[in-house]
Nanobody, 115 residues
């Protein structure tokens, strides 16, 4: 089993920044993909960014140049640095880890961008 705990969400003004963290614990395999997804009110959950255990990253077009995903050296914590936030970034952000054909999700953390 794998547990994911997200933190770092909150209320921020447009143009501001937030940093989300996702701490993974339990049976973490060396090779995996960690990612951030989000669900805005009334919308489907969508990919934000992913990072492999080798450091390869992938971003949604809507966040390219503004968001940066990274992992710590141990590989068990993923981060999402969000800059130049817009009201349309308001959503619940979820962390996910994929390994050996199984996906695990965190409980989500709310990000609200509003003046």
């Amino acid at each position: 089993q794998v547990q994911l705990v997200e933190s770092g969400g909150g209320l921020v003004q447009p143009g501001g920044s937030l940093r989300l963290s996702c701490a993974a614990s339990g049976s973490i395999f060396r090779i995996n993909v960690m990612g951030w997804y989000r669900r805005a009110p009334g919308k489907e959950r969508e990919l934000v960014a992913t990072i492999t255990s080798f450091g390869k990253t992938n971003y949604a077009d809507s966040v390219k140049g503004r968001f940066t995903i990274s992992r710590d050296n141990a590989g068990n914590t993923a981060y999402l640095q969000m800059n130049s936030l817009k009201p349309e970034d308001t959503a619940v952000y979820y962390c996910k880890i994929d390994q050996m054909g199984t996906a695990y999700w965190g409980q989500g953390t709310q990000v609200t961008v509003s003046s």
